[in-house]
């Protein structure tokens, strides 16, 4: 079935530096890709998405590029700051227009900012 | 504009006791979904609605767990007879009709805890 994989499992790093979080997805066709990122206590905040080969998503100085050739949607950011401390999902949407739009999670990649 | 509204926030229960879960979507959308979330993973699907029709239900495990949409707005999830194994967090979330770039947006989601 359809499914998403996030390499990292918790990223460590300190304000200024620059962020890259791997996501590779399996699905057939061209689904939607999303981000999503979670606070403490709180559910999953949409951050962006895309969903045509070499489409660029953006949100909050987050970015990435939907490539369809190497199945991958990286999060990218070029200086990260503590707030942005969080659980960031990649996610895909494997019947996006027809009668629904479940979205498939990867497992998550927590991310720590040290000031 | 209100977000998805869940309760309760928590929930503590001994196993072989029941539970509630209740939803209130975003006004105007009217597909709706139940999530689980373990502990430091991603949320998995249980079931989703159009309206007051059940699209997915494949991953809920209807042994124990059932959900109903009876006027295509408010929602509850109940699980029968609760086991050490549903620990989790559970999301709702809505979204518009397909087509119309329907991200999902998420509740806060009820942290249960099954002793």
């Known amino acids: 079935g359809d499914s998403v994989t996030q390499t990292e499992g918790q990223v460590a790093l300190s304000e200024e530096d620059f962020l890259t979080i791997h996501c590779n997805y399996s699905a057939s066709g061209y689904p939607a890709l999303f981000w999503y990122v979670q606070y403490p206590g709180e559910g999953p905040q949409f951050l962006f998405r895309?969903?045509?080969?070499?489409e660029k998503g953006s949100s909050r100085g987050f970015e990435a590029t939907y490539d369809k050739g190497t199945t991958s949607f990286h999060l990218r950011k070029a200086s990260v700051q503590e707030s942005d401390s969080a659980v960031y999902y990649c996610?895909?949407?494997?019947?996006?227009?027809?009668?629904?739009?479940?979205?498939?999670f990867g497992i998550g990649t927590l991310l720590s900012v040290k000031p | 504009e209100a977000g998805v509204t869940q309760s309760p926030r928590y929930a503590v229960l001994q196993e072989g006791q029941a539970v509630s879960f209740w939803c209130d979507p975003i006004?105007?959308?009217?597909?709706l979904y139940w999530y689980q979330q373990p502990r430091d993973q991603g949320p998995q699907l249980l079931v989703y609605f159009r309206d007051e029709a059940v699209i997915d239900n494949s991953q809920l495990p209807s042994d124990r767990f059932s959900a109903v949409r009876p006027k295509g707005t408010n929602s509850t999830l109940k699980i029968q007879s609760a086991k050490q194994g549903d620990t989790a967090t559970y999301l709702c979330?809505?979204?518009?009709?397909?087509?119309?770039?329907?991200?999902?947006?998420f509740g806060a989601g009820t942290r249960l805890s099954v002793l």
């Open positions: 006004s105007g959308h009217d597909t």
């Open positions: 895309a969903s045509r080969d070499k």
């Open positions: 996610a895909l949407a494997s019947s996006y227009g027809s009668s629904g739009n479940k979205l498939i």
């Open positions: 979330a809505s979204s518009l009709p397909p087509g119309t770039q329907n991200t999902l947006y």
